[in-house]
C-alpha cells in the first residue's frame, strides 16, 4: 500500500486547513486510514482514524469537535482542520492498516502544517 498525503502549509491560529491523503494497491475492504502527527521534540501521537467498511470515526481529544476526517469512494481520506491553534503545529503523517487487530503498517510522507499566533 502506498500513501500520498498533501495539503499542509502555513495558516493564522483560528484558520483552517484541509489534508488528503490518497491511498494506491492492495487495501482489502477493512481497512482503517488515519492521521498522526509529531510536533518538534515531541512523539508521534494519534488524532483520529475512520474504518472503511462502516465510515466510524474516532477523534483524539485534543481535536475533538474541531477536526473532521472524512473519506471518499477513490480510497482518499480527508482531515478538514478547523479553530486551528498553535498547538496543531506538526508534521502530519497518513496511516493505514489492514484491520483493527494489527499496529499501523503503512505510512505516507508527512506534510508540514504550521499555525501562527
Known amino acids: 500500500v502506498q500513501l500520498q498525503a498533501s495539503g499542509g502549509g502555513l495558516v493564522q491560529a483560528g484558520g483552517s486547513l484541509r489534508l488528503s491523503c490518497a491511498a494506491s494497491g492492495r487495501t482489502g475492504s477493512s481497512y482503517d486510514m488515519g492521521w498522526f502527527r509529531q510536533a518538534p521534540g515531541k512523539e508521534r501521537e494519534f488524532v483520529t482514524r475512520?474504518?472503511?467498511?462502516?465510515?466510524?470515526t474516532y477523534y483524539a481529544d485534543s481535536v475533538k469537535d474541531r477536526f473532521t476526517i472524512s473519506r471518499d469512494n477513490a480510497k482518499t481520506v480527508y482531515l478538514q482542520m478547523n479553530s486551528l491553534k498553535p498547538e496543531d503545529t506538526a508534521v502530519y503523517y497518513c496511516?493505514?492498516?489492514?484491520?483493527?487487530?494489527?499496529?499501523?503498517?503503512?505510512w505516507g510522507q508527512g506534510t508540514l502544517v504550521t499555525v501562527s499566533s
Open positions: 475512520v474504518r472503511w467498511r462502516d465510515g466510524s
Open positions: 496511516a493505514f492498516r489492514y484491520n483493527d487487530r494489527i499496529p499501523w503498517n503503512f
